[in-house]
């Protein structure tokens, strides 16, 4: 099922729009509270600066009665734009009425406050009440008394809104500034990308060089991990490429002359005619499978250099070696030369196991079919300081030393003497045997056999630690 691809830009704009509405959410509810007090103080200051100069205005009458002359200036204070209404009473002792709207809320006991500011209601309408209290001298004595001032709170409401609608659009148009900005730079910011893709679509399909563009760097180990990938597929391709075209130059001349021997047994005049056809035919056969069989393994190699992390084991080359030499101690016997292993103690190195095995095989059986009739071939392992040591020698025709550099390379023939009933060769053992040995550290080298004769194969391999 194909993933839902989504932007990158309206996944940043959409985290932003989030995280700032709740931040400005949380915002907008402290701001209203502050906007609550602060309208609440500026309110209040006013109503206290009424009650005080109704305060002012209370005097003791001849009787020791209180008086009091309501000054208009002390009620137009509270006047605004919103059309607030405006209450007042004032009380003497104890608590006797003086004027004013007698039912409105009193504060009660003000335990000693100078002011006092509380929220009622009063004829349904929600109100702010200032208490002050006061006393009035009477030349001997002092009279208190408690002035009362309210007023509705449409003003307050008002001013609460606007502090808050103002906040509101400021935030408003901050989060909207802020989306512009992203938008652009998350814009400006995907360019590289963008010139990316564009560099990765315009190239040839079979262009798999490393991709060399400037890119941000959070995207650096992307584009590495693409031309690693690049650089394993090239040659996993090279490596493909090799095969077929090897595999086709290869077989062409063993399948040609199977198809030979097929038609020369159709047409055979005699059984014996025929089981000749089909012999050489079986050879041919035999022959192709080993040439498979070779090009499978340089296919395996390939693809073993092309991986960076292999994962090497430590084994014991001595081991291994003894154990292959003696697989093949049967088959040297029928081709009469006499096979033998030298070495004691172990010699780890750290390889792949199934490629060691193949490059012990290919250096053991090229020395049989070599080495002729008669000769003598020693596999000998030996550890020396940090390195451990495999030779392989014969006593054969060998190779001469004019023709060894190029024994080291692919299909490269009859460079060896000539054994009696040696084989034709492929001209890949050699050049197998030192690209195994390269892909584990180890160097392939070639020399003359014992006594001067034949051939001796070396590789060291660098000593393996646990």
């Known amino acids: 099922m194909p993933r839902t691809a989504y932007s990158l830009r309206?996944?940043?704009l959409a985290w932003l729009l989030i995280s700032t509405l709740v931040i400005g959410s949380l915002a907008l509810i402290?701001?209203?509270?502050?906007?609550?007090?602060?309208?609440?103080?500026?309110?209040d200051r006013v109503l206290a600066g009424s009650a005080l100069a109704i305060a002012e205005r209370v005097v003791v009458?001849?009787?020791?009665?209180?008086?009091?002359?309501?000054?208009?200036?002390?009620?137009?204070?509270?006047?605004?734009?919103a059309q607030d209404r405006v209450f007042y009473r004032v009380d003497g002792p104890p608590g006797r009425f003086i004027t004013g709207y007698q039912t409105l809320p009193s504060v009660g006991d003000m335990k000693g406050q100078s002011a006092v500011f509380?929220?009622?209601?009063?004829?349904?309408?929600?109100?702010?009440?200032?208490?002050?209290?006061?006393?009035?001298?009477?030349?001997?004595?002092?009279?208190?008394?408690?002035?009362?001032?309210?007023?509705?709170?449409?003003?307050?409401?008002?001013l609460t809104q606007a502090i808050l609608l103002r906040s509101a659009f400021r935030l408003l148009m901050m989060i909207l500034g802020a989306a512009i900005i992203v938008w652009v730079a998350v814009t400006f910011s995907l360019r590289p990308l963008y010139r990316l893709g564009d560099a990765i679509a315009e190239r040839n399909p079979d262009d798999l060089h490393p991709i060399d563009q400037t890119v941000p760097s959070e995207v650096e180990g992307l584009v590495e991990t693409v031309n690693s990938f690049m650089v394993r597929l090239q040659s996993a391709l090279d490596a493909l490429r090799h095969f077929t075209g090897n595999a086709s130059?290869?077989?062409?001349?063993?399948?040609?002359?199977?198809?030979?021997?097929?038609?020369?047994?159709?047409?055979?005049?005699?059984?014996?005619?025929?089981?000749?056809?089909?012999?050489?035919?079986d050879e041919a056969v035999?022959?192709?499978?080993?040439?498979?069989?070779?090009?499978?393994?340089?296919?395996?190699?390939?693809?073993?250099?092309?991986?960076?992390?292999?994962?090497?084991?430590?084994?014991?080359?001595?081991?291994?070696?003894?154990?292959?030499?003696?697989?093949?101690?049967?088959?040297?016997?029928?081709?009469?030369?006499?096979?033998?292993?030298e070495g004691e103690g172990s010699a780890p190195i750290r390889a792949q196991p199934l490629l060691i095995g193949e490059l012990l095989r290919n250096l053991i059986e090229n020395a049989?079919?070599?080495?002729?009739?008669?000769?003598?071939?020693?596999?000998?392992?030996?550890?020396?300081?940090?390195?451990?040591?495999?030779?392989?020698?014969?006593?054969?025709?060998?190779?001469?030393?004019?023709?060894?550099?190029?024994?080291?390379?692919?299909?490269?023939?009859?460079?060896?003497?000539?054994a009696p009933g040696a084989s034709p060769g492929m001209g890949l053992g050699l050049p197998i045997v030192e690209e195994i040995a390269g892909l584990f550290g180890g160097q392939l080298s070639l020399a003359d056999g014992p006594g001067g004769r034949g051939l001796k194969a070396s590789i060291v391999f660098p000593l393996g630690s646990p």
Do not use: C, W
């Open 10 to 12: 309206g996944r940043l």
């Open 30 to 43: 402290d701001t209203y509270r502050e906007a609550v007090k602060t309208a609440n103080t500026v309110s």
């Open 61 to 81: 009458a001849e009787d020791g009665s209180l008086e009091v002359d309501i000054p208009y200036v002390a009620l137009e204070m509270l006047t605004s734009a």
């Open 118 to 158: 509380v929220d009622a209601a009063f004829r349904g309408e929600p109100i702010r009440v200032a208490a002050l209290e006061r006393s009035a001298s009477t030349g001997i004595n002092s009279v208190p008394f408690i002035v009362t001032v309210a007023e509705t709170t449409i003003a307050r409401r008002q």
């Open 249 to 281: 130059h290869q077989l062409r001349t063993p399948l040609a002359i199977i198809r030979t021997q097929l038609a020369l047994s159709a047409r055979a005049t005699s059984l014996e005619e025929a089981r000749q056809a089909a012999r050489k035919g």
């Open 286 to 341: 035999a022959h192709a499978e080993r040439i498979l069989a070779q090009l499978l393994l340089m296919a395996k190699i390939d693809a073993a250099g092309s991986t960076q992390a292999q994962p090497l084991a430590l084994l014991d080359l001595a081991a291994l070696a003894q154990e292959i030499t003696a697989d093949h101690v049967p088959g040297a016997g029928d081709a009469g030369v006499d096979l033998g292993f």
């Open 368 to 418: 049989i079919a070599y080495a002729g009739r008669g000769a003598i071939v020693t596999v000998r392992v030996a550890v020396d300081d940090q390195f451990v040591r495999l030779d392989v020698e014969d006593n054969g025709p060998g190779i001469a030393p004019e023709n060894r550099p190029a024994a080291r390379q692919r299909f490269a023939r009859g460079l060896r003497g000539e």
